[in-house]
């Protein structure tokens, strides 16, 4: 097991590879579906792979960075905007009915959401939320 262990951290160094993250690329390969043994991490035929998935969880970093330019989280207020409801608006700003329909993800209407504000279904998406979050939320447009 060291032996292994030993191979794989020269391979990560040779290589310049964070060893963390290999493990963790190498796993999200497979769908998490079972352990990769440490004999088998160090992969030649992985490093192009390897490279795919930091420059997607890099682009994944700029688009969260993006996105916190647009809604800024505050996740001390009770009712405040969250950050990833606010991107799926985003993203279906031109459906407004598959918006309505995925209320349960967008976390439905906001009056303080730049996306709720110009969506023709505002008043049903409104009409659909629980009764004490709709009283709040009213009580936050006026």
């Known amino acids: 097991m060291r032996e292994s262990m030993e191979r794989f951290a020269g391979f990560c160094e040779e290589h310049g590879v964070d060893p963390t993250r290999w493990v963790m690329a190498r796993h999200a390969a497979v769908g998490w579906r079972h352990r990769i043994p440490v004999e088998q991490l160090a992969s030649e035929a992985f490093l192009p792979s390897y490279h795919e998935w930091a420059e997607d969880r890099q682009a994944s970093v700029q688009e969260q960075e993006r996105l916190a330019d647009k809604v800024i989280p505050n996740h001390t207020t009770p009712g405040a905007l969250v950050l990833g409801a606010e991107a799926l608006k985003a993203a279906l700003v031109a459906s407004p009915l598959v918006c309505l329909g995925s209320a349960t ?8 959401s730049r996306w709720c504000v110009k969506c023709a279904q505002a008043g049903p998406c409104r009409d659909g939320l629980n009764p004490s979050v709709r009283e709040r939320r009213d009580a936050r447009s006026v």
Do not use: E, F, K
Request: hydrophobic letters at 40%; charged letters at 10%.
């Open 105 to 112: 993800l967008t976390y439905g209407w906001d009056p303080a």
